[in-house]
């Protein structure tokens, strides 16, 4: 089992719209959690940092559930210009800073 | 402030050349990373170097060799290309745990 898995989509939604995306992760010592957004052939840059109590960020709002291990990424009113990638990252305490990215879920947003 | 900067941005090498990439962060962060994406793959770390004076390998280190050479700069040393090595390469640094990492812009290498 992958340590980080995410649905590679493509997820294709109009304008307007709101997409959800879900991220499992295998260790439970994790501690903390990101989401990352990438455009084509450019490097990622961080969307968010996703709190225990959930945190929203104007349209985006993240989640987190140590229960089930997973984390959301809830995107509101989607814009074109969201059409990206998004990486969901997980860091667990002891393994000396590491962070472990997801391959990524494809957001295409449409006129 | 330029963060993370990368150097060379693009390069195309023969098989059997050897190479550094140079990455240099002006963030005063503690730990610096080599990653490498690949189409359908993802990041891959290849090497880290959690504080200065430290470097630990990664997913992927075969064919490459890591420096810290102080706390702002960490280079990634390719000794015999290969065409497998083709990739971006994408350096990253870190403050301290718990807290997301910030990436330079990567270096499109070639191996023909």
């Known amino acids: 089992r992958k340590e980080v898995e995410q649905d590679p989509g493509p997820f294709n939604v109009p304008e307007g719209a709101t997409v959800a995306f879900n991220c499992t992760y295998s260790n439970s010592a994790s501690q903390s959690f990101f989401w990352y957004r990438q455009d084509c052939r450019k490097e990622p840059k961080l969307l968010m940092s996703v709190y225990s109590s959930g945190n929203e960020d104007g349209r985006f709002t993240a989640q987190l559930n140590r229960a089930s291990q997973y984390i959301s990424l809830l995107i509101r009113d989607s814009k074109l210009s969201d059409s990206a990638t998004y990486l969901c990252?997980?860091?667990?305490?002891?393994?000396?800073?590491?962070?472990?990215f997801g391959t990524g879920t494809r957001l295409q947003v449409t006129l | 402030n330029a963060g993370v900067t990368q150097t060379p941005k693009f390069q195309v090498l023969k098989t059997g050349q050897s190479m550094t990439l140079q990455c240099a962060q002006d963030?005063?962060?503690?730990?610096m990373y080599w990653y490498r994406q690949d189409p359908g793959m993802g990041l891959r770390l290849i090497y880290y170097?959690?504080?200065?004076?430290?470097?630990d390998k990664g997913e992927v280190p075969n064919g490459y060799n890591v420096s810290r050479l102080n706390k702002r700069e960490f280079s990634l040393r390719l000794e015999s290309a290969a065409p497998s090595q083709t990739s971006v390469y994408f350096c990253a640094t870190r403050r301290d745990s718990n807290q997301p990492q910030h990436f330079g812009d990567g270096t499109r290498l070639s191996i023909l």
């Open positions: 990252v997980v860091g667990a305490t002891g393994t000396a800073s590491k962070l472990t």
């Open positions: 963030m005063n962060h503690n730990s």
């Open positions: 170097s959690a504080s200065e004076g430290t470097t």
